[in-house]
């Protein structure tokens, strides 16, 4: 039943990591592994041991990137961490959940058109011409 619940407030599938990297939690370095990740959150074995949940944590990335989060909750020597914000396209590649081929089409704003129907194109144009005429 838990496990059910913790996947259902999961929005994108976690992989499997072995990934060691530095952290902040919420200031002091210490040393992690990255056991499993998905673009949100994660899941870190930390080499000091538990961490309060609530707490704030910064993963350095081997990349030099650095991802801020909470943990959300923690184990003898575990925690979970949600992500501030998802993961960026570079570091996600990176990590190995991208391939570097997906390709984002941003959504296209409909052309904003003038009175007349002509576009938007045309009322520059018309208002160029007054100007410089």
Known sequence: MGEELNNERRRRERIAADISLTCRVPAQPIKARLLDLSHNGCRVELARGRTEPGASIVLEMPNGDTVQGQVMWSTAKEAGVRFARSLRPQTAIMLGLDDGQTIVVAAQP????????????????????????
């Not at 009322?123 to 410089?132: D, E």
């Open 110 to 133: 409909e052309p904003a058109s003038d009175s007349e129907g002509k576009g938007v194109l045309h009322h520059w144009y018309r208002n160029l011409i007054k100007v410089f005429g």
